[in-house]
Every structure is written in C-alpha cells, then in structure tokens.
C-alpha cells in the first residue's frame, strides 16, 4: 500500500468525517458529515449545518465557580423553578430604584400573580408543596428528603388523593412518608408539632399515601433513635454505643414489637447509662424520649430480663 493511499484513509481526529449512505439531493452524490456540516462531495451542496452541541451551555475558567443561565430544575416548586421571579426594592446591581420603578414592579407583580396558575389544580399544588418545603425546614430535614416529599405529594394530587383532605394534613403526611422511606427518626409527633393539623389528621394521610401508592417504608426501630436521643441529652460515645448494642439486641429478642421506638430507645439509653456509671435521671431521659416514667421502667425492665 503507497503511504498516499495511507493518508487518504486515515482517521481526521479535527475534521471527524463520517461518509453515510444518503445521497445529495442535487446530484446524488456522495454525502460527507463532519461536526460542523454535511455537505456533498461533488457538487459541494451544503445540506445541514449548525449541529446541535451537546456539551454545557456555559464556559469558566474556574472550575469552583461555574457560571450558567437560569436555576435548576426543582420539583420543590409548583413550575419546577420555571417561572420568573419579580424582585423588590433594588434592581440586579443592587442599586436603589426610584419610585415609578417600584409602582411599575408592583404592577407586574399582581398582574404576574394572576396569571400564575393555570387552573385550581396548580393553586392547590403551589400551596401544598410550600407547607412541604415549611414542614421540611422546621424538621431539618435534607433538600432530598424535601424532594422526595414533594415529589410523594405531586404524586398524591395526580392520584386524585387530595379529595375529602385537607392539603396541609397530607403535605406533613408526604414529609412523614418521605422519613419512613428513608429510615429517619422522625415521629408522628414531630412531624403534627409542626403542622397546621392535628396529629389524627396526619396519621389518616399516611395511611392514604401508604395504601394507594405502595410506599416502601422501612420499619422503624429503636435504634433509628439512639442517635437522636444521646445528642439531645448530650451523652459520652461509650454510652450511646453501648445504648446501640442495647437496641440491637432487644431487636433480635423481638421484644421491641408493638412498643413506642422512642420510648424504648430511651431504656436503653438510661440502662447504658447506669452500666457506665454515668449520671443521668429518668426525667431527663422521658423528657427527650417523650415517654412516661412508668413506660421507661418497663422497657428497662425487659431489656434486662433480655439479656
């Protein structure tokens, strides 16, 4: 083979032609793509040009601060972070405006406001995924926990699960659905005290979400709550790892079953406490653990009897 005939058929990494099997409209030539165009290798038609790029839409030179259009896509919000948000008070520069400026944004903000929502459905979705992002913000909970909740609670409303419910009671029952799916310790209790519904109410959406749509809830266990429970009482790591060993084994004795976690995680946490030498009162354990005295000795006494 001649070293022309080489060069003529080797790879171009800058041009990256690519000979297909279609035929120039014109001549019926053969057609070249590269990454900028298509064009035929005869007539010299060009027949498709500005390729789509798939690579980002921005350039930076600093990788830590990288530089795009527009914010991200969040199912937090009703329109997904779509909409267009109208500031107050001071324009992008963070300059002053003057008074007709800021009659004409108010302006633009009542008439934006009542084009907003497109029906009732998305009013009734803009208010529910707000008291989901309040819910989530008081519990402290993670911008995914707060996703996935949102995400339960569009899933509610496509189901048709809000009729005959309040939007409030099922937005703290999607939160709650949202913790048992991922393992948090995070009571019903928690979740009402925060809500603008009683716990009842609550407790009936969770049911409602967990029965129509199949939510994969993890059982919860005592020792989802020693964590929480030895930071709150501010307690030593050998206490609340022999509080953690105390759990686990009260969980293979299966006397954990049709008992409060909370209550029961407190017990062990006291009766590490007391094996450690370690002050620490029952009414400072049943104040954290939300728990009676009598509830806490009882989880005490079967978790000695246990091992």
Known sequence: MAI?????TAFDEDVQQETTTNQCPECDGRVTTNTVETVCEECGLVIDEQRIDPGPEWRSFDKDQRERTGAPLTVARHDRGLSTEIGRGIDAKGNGLSGRK?????RLRREQTRGKWQSKADRNLAHGLGEVRRIASALGLSETIRDQACA???SAQSEQLLRGRS??????GSVYGACRCNGLARTLDDVSKVAQVTQSRVTNCYQTLNAELGLPAKPVTPGMFVPRLASELGISD??????QAL????EDGQITTGVSPSGFAGACIYTAARECEQVLTQAQVVAVADVSPVTLRKHRNALVETY
């Open 238 to 243: 050998s206490v609340r790892r022999r509080a």
């Open 167 to 172: 939007i409030e009671g099922m937005a703290a």
């Open 152 to 154: 339960l609670f569009r």
């Open 4 to 8: 022309s005939d080489i060069y003529e």
């Open 247 to 250: 759990a686990e084994v009260a």
């Open 102 to 106: 800021r009659r004409q944004l108010r």
